[in-house]
């Protein structure tokens, strides 16, 4: 079992930048794809970006290519989110997620950890 958790989200203008981490504890971190989803109000939940087990591979949504960077540190058991340029459609809540299958595969959906989730809601 993996335990997510989630920080960093909050209340921020269009054009300002935030990060999101995620700690992970209980199985080896670096085992495990890791990524970002979101869910806005009234709306299916959506990828946003992975990262490959070493870092060395990430893949994005098109909706945030160019503006969001995902990254990990395995040494600290964390991943990262830096978004940068956050318009008012990038409010949602935005959860953790892991799988040991791929980044591509992550990118359709399949997962088998998530955390529970933070909000972050970006003014206009």
């Known amino acids: 079992q993996v335990q997510l958790v989630e920080s960093g989200g909050g209340l921020v203008q269009a054009g300002d930048s935030l990060r999101l981490s995620c700690a992970a504890s209980?199985?080896?971190?670096?085992?495990?794809?890791m990524g970002w989803f979101r869910q806005a109000p009234g709306k299916e939940r959506e990828f946003v970006a992975a990262?490959?087990?070493?870092?060395?591979?990430?893949v994005y949504a098109d909706s945030v290519k160019g503006r969001f960077t995902v990254s990990r540190d395995n040494d600290k058991n964390t991943m990262y989110l830096q978004m940068n340029s956050l318009k008012f459609e990038d409010t949602a809540v935005y959860y953790c997620?892991?799988?040991?299958?791929?980044?591509?595969?992550?990118?359709?959906?399949?997962?088998?950890?998530w955390g529970q989730g933070t909000q972050v809601t970006v003014s206009s």
């Open positions: 997620a892991g799988a040991s299958s791929s980044t591509s595969t992550m990118r359709g959906g399949v997962v088998d950890y």
């Open positions: 990262v490959s087990r070493t870092g060395t591979i990430t």
């Open positions: 209980g199985r080896t971190f670096s085992n495990y794809v």
